[in-house]
């Protein structure tokens, strides 16, 4: 055993780096890192960290109510600030959910190279800190800002003015309509502060993301001026998310979207929408139902 575990010990710094390149980053972190000290000083490489993504550890049917507390969110917080404070010229990509500004701060700070930033689902990232990383990070490519309630229009524009290379936008909200999936797990209030100005998210993009190619806002409520204001701004856009964009029509969607001719694929809002919400009364019989949200599944 001992002559096994000098053996592992004596490889070759290059050696060691191929070997953890190909290792997760759970079993880089949990297990190479602790195997012998030429395997931690190997593991300090920051080219072994130019991607930071704790995505699939989120990716699970069901998500949990303990995401949602601070506790949580202070773990993951160090662990981000870990990562920055020793590979930060060499991050590219950050996936990560349930952090604040307290480590998107540093990450503006310290990472001049990020090309890809995704935190969905933090309650506690406000546009302070995403202001600082629009002129920190001017490399940005792809920015996933979904379910973060405290960051507004406001923030599109910083982005859209100082990351001109920014091609991949994604700032979906949760389920207004039915958010019977949400209750219990996310907090009621934060359920609650559901972002309202749909049209003024809709300018910012419009008048400050025109290179553009891919934009998911999911039951956004912007309305017909603002996707028409998102079709003529951004002229680039092949992949057009609006599920559940419950104020446009199937007329409103059809005209705004025929500007653009390289659109590939768009997603409209097919869903199934509660009596709670909308009644058919208010339209008046099923045909103008199912034109409105174009869909012949609808049922009460």
Known sequence: ME??????????RECLINILSRLTAEDQ???AMLVCKSWFTAFQEPSLHSVFNLEPYFDSPSESPRWWTLQ???????????????????????????????????????????????????PRVTDDSISKIATGCPNLKE????????????????????????????????????????IGIVPDDYLNACPQDGDSEAAAIANYMPHLESLKIRFSKLTAKGLNSICQGCPNLEHLDLSGCANLTSRDIANASSSLSRLKDIKKPNFYIPRSV???????????????????VFRI
């Open 3 to 12: 002559e096994s575990e000098s053996e592992w010990g004596e490889l070759t």
């Open 143 to 182: 920015l996933d800002i979904s379910y973060c309630y405290e960051i507004t229009h406001e923030s599109l524009v910083l982005i859209g003015r100082n990351c001109s290379n920014l091609k991949v936008l994604k700032r979906n909200l949760m389920n207004w309509l039915d958010p019977s999936q949400h």
């Open 278 to 296: 909308y009644h058919t009364e208010r339209y008046g019989h099923w045909r103008l139902y199912d034109e409105r949200f174009q869909t012949d």
């Open 72 to 122: 949580f969110e202070s773990k993951i917080d160090s662990m981000l600030l870990s990562i920055v404070q020793s590979t930060h010229q060499f991050l590219t990509q950050i996936r990560i959910r349930h952090c604040s500004d307290r480590s998107l701060n540093l990450v503006a700070q310290r990472c001049p190279n990020l090309e890809v930033l995704s935190i969905r689902s933090c």
């Open 29 to 31: 972190w949990r297990g």
